[in-house]
C-alpha cells in the first residue's frame, strides 16, 4: 500500500479476514473477541501501521476526546507548570487540548469563551486561571452552567463549584518545619563526642 494511502479500518478488516465489527471489538478492546482472532488483527493493525480516526471515534462514541483549557500568564513558571501537567497527564489519557489564554488574569467577560469551547463539543473545561482580585465576579452573575463538567483550579471555595487546589502557606510551613528537623538531626550528627 502506497504510504500516501491512509489505512483504513476497511483495509485492517480485508487484511485479516475478519468483519469491519470484529476490528472494531478489537480496538475498543471488547470481550467478545477470540484470543486468536484478537491476536491476528493486532498484528495486522501494526503491520499496516493502521491508527484509528479520531474524529470516527468521537462520532461514534459521541465524545471528542478533547478538554478546553482556560489560562493567562503563561509567560510565568506557576500557569506553565500547571498547564504542562494538564498537557501530560491528557495525553496519558488520550485526550487533546484546546488551549485559550486570557488577555489578562482580570478578564471577566468570558461568556463568549464559553460559548466558543462548547461549540467545539470538548468534553469539560479546566478553568486554570489562577483566582486574582475579582477575576471570578462573573460566577456570581446569571450565566449559564455548561451541560459538561467545569472544575476550577487555585481558588477560594464556593458552594457547588468544584475546585482542585492546595493550601500553599500550610505547604510551606510544612516544608520549612521538615526542613528544619532534618538540619537538628544532622547538627545533632556533627556534635557528637570529638576525637
Given at each position: ?34 484470543p486468536e482472532?484478537r ?10 501501521e ?70 467545539r ?49 500550610m ?10 528537623e ?14
Amino acid at each position: 500500500m502506497a504510504i500516501s494511502q491512509r489505512v483504513t479500518i476497511k483495509h485492517v478488516a480485508k487484511e485479516a479476514g475478519v468483519s469491519i465489527q470484529t476490528v472494531s471489538r478489537v480496538i475498543n478492546r471488547r470481550p467478545d473477541v477470540s484470543p486468536e482472532t484478537r491476536k491476528r488483527v493486532l498484528q495486522i493493525i501494526e503491520q499496516l501501521e493502521y491508527s484509528p480516526s479520531a474524529l470516527a471515534r468521537s462520532l461514534i462514541q459521541r465524545r471528542s476526546y478533547t478538554l478546553g483549557v482556560v489560562t493567562a500568564g503563561l509567560k510565568y513558571i506557576g500557569p506553565s507548570r500547571t498547564l504542562n501537567g494538564i498537557t501530560h497527564q491528557a495525553q496519558e489519557l488520550g485526550y487533546a487540548l484546546l488551549l485559550h489564554e486570557l488577555p489578562s488574569f482580570n478578564t471577566n467577560n468570558i461568556t463568549p469563551l464559553l460559548q466558543s469551547l462548547l461549540s467545539r463539543h470538548i468534553d469539560g473545561i479546566i478553568w486554570a486561571v489562577p483566582e486574582i482580585g475579582d477575576n471570578r465576579a462573573w460566577l456570581e452573575e446569571h450565566i449559564p452552567t455548561p451541560p459538561i463538567p467545569m472544575i476550577f483550579l487555585t481558588m477560594q471555595k464556593r458552594p457547588g463549584v468544584p475546585i482542585v487546589s492546595f493550601d500553599n502557606q500550610m505547604g510551606g510551613r510544612m516544608a520549612t518545619r521538615h526542613l528544619i528537623e532534618e538540619g537538628c538531626k544532622h547538627i545533632g550528627h556533627l556534635s557528637g563526642p570529638l576525637d
